[in-house]
């Protein structure tokens, strides 16, 4: 009955291991996000250092300022000036690998939260 019990508490730590996050290996780098949008699947390429983000969706390159709010959240903000209604966004890294990292991100202000995977290339 000891070794049950035994065998039960070390099969929930295993399982209950938090996600691995090492979120500074993807402060900075190339990469890409694909996404569905209308059923149809986009990808985005961007590049990004400790300050800024160029991304390349369609054909169309925009900017963005980075704000990190800690190793694993930071805020983008567009800095294009053709659309001053653009709303700064926020993304928190949930996971990471050797490939990328999972994130949660949404618009300041709206409850509405997507995931998203971004690989490093």
Not at 73 to 83: A, D, G, H, I, R
Request: include cysteine; charged fraction near 20%; charge should be positive.
């Amino acid at each position: 009955m000891k070794l049950f019990l035994y065998l039960v508490v070390f099969v929930f730590l295993i399982g209950c291991q938090p996600p691995q996050r090492n979120c500074t290996d993807f402060k900075q780098g190339d990469f890409t996000f694909t996404a569905s949008v209308g059923g149809v699947e986009k990808t985005t390429t961007f590049t990004r250092n400790d300050l800024w983000e160029v991304s390349t969706y369609e054909g169309v390159i925009d900017s963005a300022s980075v704000r990190w709010i800690n190793d694993c959240e930071y805020v983008v903000q567009s800095l294009n000036k053709e659309n001053p209604q653009a709303k700064p966004i926020h993304i928190k890294i949930l996971s990471t690998d050797q490939t990328g990292y999972t994130f949660e991100y949404s618009i300041i202000g709206s409850a509405k939260k997507q995931r998203g995977k971004a690989t490093k290339q």
